[in-house]
């Protein structure tokens, strides 16, 4: 598997440069993004959510650097699996994943309805202008 893995990590990291090119367009910002494993994403969302199970994508904002917005966390394990379990490409998901975090780190949220509509919205948006379908259509 080493090979695959080898060759999926170089996608997410070509499509990381591509989503960071794109949104740096929309809002002139500076994240970082850290990619794991489920065991440290699960260490992370304890610590931080409470929450001692793995997760796909946390965010974490930052307020203090001006142009500074925060830190994306995704665990390639866990976007590799759903990626499987849903059919879709992985490099596709990852990309979705990454806006999802980066939406965060700009204060969106989806605890609400009426945010959720409103993230969800931006989101499609934005992966539509990467050539990526709708991840909310079945």
Same mark, same amino acid.
């Given at each position: 598997?080493?090979?695959? /893995? &080898?060759?999926?990590?170089?996608?997410? /990291?070509?499509? #990381?440069? /591509?989503?960071?090119?794109?949104?740096?367009?929309? !809002?002139?910002? @500076?994240?970082? #993004?850290?990619?794991?494993?489920?065991?440290? #994403?699960?260490?992370?969302?304890? @610590?931080? &959510?409470? !929450?001692?199970?793995?997760?796909?994508?946390?965010?974490?904002?930052?307020?203090?650097?001006? +142009?500074?917005? +925060?830190? =994306? *966390?995704?665990?390639?394990?866990?976007?590799? /699996?759903?990626?499987?379990?849903?059919?879709?490409?992985?490099?596709?998901?990852?990309?979705?994943? =990454?806006?999802? +975090?980066?939406?965060?780190?700009?204060?969106?949220?989806? =605890?609400?309805? +009426?945010?959720?509509?409103?993230?969800?919205?931006?989101? *499609?948006? #934005?992966?539509?202008?990467? @050539?990526? !379908?709708?991840?909310?259509?079945?």
């Amino acid at each position: 598997h080493y090979p695959l /893995r &080898r060759q999926r990590q170089m996608c997410i /990291r070509d499509r #990381i440069t /591509r989503v960071r090119e794109h949104l740096t367009l929309i !809002k002139d910002t @500076n994240f970082s #993004i850290l990619l794991t494993n489920d065991n440290e #994403i699960q260490t992370f969302n304890e @610590n931080f &959510r409470y !929450k001692d199970i793995p997760t796909n994508v946390l965010s974490f904002p930052c307020e203090d650097i001006e +142009g500074y917005v +925060g830190d =994306i *966390v995704l665990s390639y394990e866990t976007v590799l /699996r759903e990626s499987e379990e849903q059919g879709k490409a992985f490099s596709d998901h990852a990309t979705h994943m =990454i806006v999802h +975090g980066y939406l965060h780190l700009l204060g969106y949220d989806h =605890i609400e309805d +009426g945010e959720a509509e409103l993230m969800e919205a931006h989101e *499609v948006a #934005i992966l539509s202008s990467l @050539n990526i !379908k709708n991840p909310y259509d079945e």
